[in-house]
């Protein structure tokens, strides 16, 4: 947290915000991680959970911070990844699926006022949901953030168009402002929680039939090979 106040003085493009929970095996454990286009509100949603407060202007340095929360009873500690979104500009790069893979689960943020950061979730949720599906993840926990919520009287894209991207998905979708609003941003981040918990109750599915065969061939070739 205390590193938060070192991010103010800083201009930022885009940024691209992790959230990551260390839990010990008497708490849980849970690592995530907060993307979108620039100026969504990325960094305002994350210091809003972190410190309940709106500070108006975010930098754009990579940073990790930690805090602990009280969920139902657990503790949850929270470490914080924030880095500038343009390190990240292609979904393609390998520090994206290095973030994916080590994240249990995403908050996808637009601005309910820039209709471009809104499209943008929808290839989000795609590079994530192949990436996982690589390791053999079914189940990821995508939450999928309308913010600037306050800003009703410029909003281009409208609540339903949100919703339904989330029940296509198979997503949680929540409308928030960080500008005005905690409780919200906390409500969204339990709802997250709870998913990152189903999940990971959710055995890894096994290899499909084509990977064994796959296997199976490598190990016939390879046999084959040595005895040449
Ligand atoms: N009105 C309003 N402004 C917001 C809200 N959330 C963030 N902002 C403003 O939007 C601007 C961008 O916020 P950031 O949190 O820096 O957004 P970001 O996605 O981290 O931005 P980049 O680091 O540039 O990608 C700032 O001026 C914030 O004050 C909100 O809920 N309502």
């Known amino acids: 947290i205390t590193a938060l106040s070192s991010r103010q ?56 911070y930690s805090h602990s929360f ?22 393609e790069t390998s520090p994206f699926h290095k ?14 006022c820039d209709r471009a950061s809104f499209n943008a979730v929808s290839k989000l949720i ?3 949901k192949s990436t996982k599906d690589f390791l053999r993840e079914d189940k990821v926990p995508i939450v999928i953030v309308g913010n600037k919520r306050d800003l009703h009287h410029r909003r281009t894209v409208l609540s339903e168009e949100g919703r339904l991207l989330a029940l296509n998905m198979d997503c949680l979708f929540y409308e928030v402002s960080a ?15 709870e998913r990152i918990k189903e999940a990971k109750l959710t055995i890894k599915r096994p290899q499909r039939f084509k990977g064994i065969v796959k296997s199976m061939s490598a190990v016939f070739t390879r046999r084959r090979t040595d005895s040449f």
């Open 126 to 128: 795609q590079s994530i």
């Open 179 to 193: 500008a005005e609003n905690y409780d919200s941003v906390l409500t969204m981040f339990h709802g997250l929680m």
């Open 99 to 112: 973030k994916v893979r080590w994240a249990d689960g995403f908050i996808l943020v637009y601005s309910i």
């Open 9 to 64: 003085s800083d201009s930022s493009l885009l940024t691209l915000t992790w959230i990551s929970c260390k839990i010990s095996t008497k708490e849980m454990e849970a690592n995530v991680v907060v993307m979108g286009t620039e100026s969504v509100g990325k960094s305002a949603l994350t210091v809003r959970l972190l410190t309940r407060r709106f500070i108006g202007e975010y930098g754009d340095i990579e940073s990790i």
């Open 70 to 91: 009280t969920i139902e009873g657990r503790e949850l500690t929270l470490n914080l990844w924030d880095s500038p979104y343009f390190q990240h500009l292609s979904v």
